[in-house]
């Protein structure tokens, strides 16, 4: 009665196909978690069948109850799905539950990514001016530091990123060599 049951059991739950995985096993997770949300479907399906109406409901008066913890406690003893996770076997970063191993759609995301430095290395660029609190006097004192670099965000400063990559003086630019004469067609952008 008992494997005979559990076959009952199992082609009764893959009927409901929410409570497949893509492989078309069970999956015990998702089956307990309904479970515990006395989800209206599952306790239909377990209902419409003798054998688990017998099993996992008790009738009050004309109403049945179903006995959640009777259910999940056969779940585990009998291993309805053979795992407890709907994860593979294998260790790994996923995007979209698929392995990044498994796919072509991988992107390197680090901060400022979306920005563009507008650099000051040199001295020759200028200087900032800035003020600074000076305790002994009790009052601000101006400063002069050489330019810091700026990062321009592509959403809060388009106008300054577009003006920093649209093409300066030089234009049409050719290279020559005692082989050919070549058109240059990338740039270097030095500001």
Known sequence: MSTNFKETLISLLKSDERLLDKDS???GNKI???????DEKLIELLLNNDNTRDKFFFKVKEVFVFKTSDFKFYLDENKINNSYTQYENRIGLTSGGKFLK???DVVLDFPYKDCILEGG???DEG???YFEWNENNQHY??????RKEIF???VLANDEIDRLFE?????NLKKYSYLNEKEITYWLYIL
Not at 32 to 38: E, H, P, R, S, V
Not at 167 to 171: G, R, S, V
Request: hydrophobic residues 35%; negative net charge; charged residues 25%.
């Open 141 to 146: 004192i101006e400063k002069t530091t050489s």
């Open 32 to 38: 307990q978690d309904l479970a515990d949300k006395t």
């Open 152 to 154: 321009f965000n592509q």
């Open 102 to 104: 498994d796919s072509n």
């Open 121 to 123: 290395q040199s001295s």
């Open 167 to 171: 093409p300066k003086a030089l234009a």
């Open 25 to 27: 096993e069970l999956m």
């Open 127 to 129: 200087l900032d001016l």
